[in-house]
Nanobody, 119 residues
């Protein structure tokens, strides 16, 4: 099992920044990549960003490209999401997820951290 606990959410004004953290514990051997997703009220959960666990490959949703940066610290088993120039439409619950090498879908999920961007 892998445990994920997100933190760093909060209330911020439009144009501001937040940094989300996701420490990863448990059986991390075999994790292929880590991702952030978000779910706004009344909407489906959507992909935000992904990073490989073993190299520097990353990917972003078009809505956040150029504003958000995903990174990881393997020594601390932690994944981060640096969010800048936040917009009210970024308001959502943000979730960290881990996927194993042979998986198509993400296997492990955190409970989420809330981000609210005021206009």
């Amino acid at each position: 099992q892998v445990q994920l606990v997100e933190s760093g959410g909060g209330l911020v004004q439009a144009g501001g920044s937040l940094r989300l953290s996701c420490p990863v514990s448990g059986r991390t051997f075999g994790v292929r990549d880590m991702a952030w997703f978000r779910q706004a009220p009344g909407q489906e959960r959507e992909f935000v960003a992904v990073t490989s666990w073993s190299n520097d490959i990353t990917g972003y949703a078009d809505a956040v490209k150029g504003r958000f940066t995903i990174s990881r610290d393997n020594a601390k088993n932690t994944v981060f999401l640096q969010m800048t120039n936040l917009k009210p439409e970024d308001t959502a619950d943000y979730y960290c997820a881990a996927r194993r090498r042979m998986s198509v879908n993400y296997d492990y999920w955190g409970r989420g951290t809330q981000v609210t961007v005021s206009s």
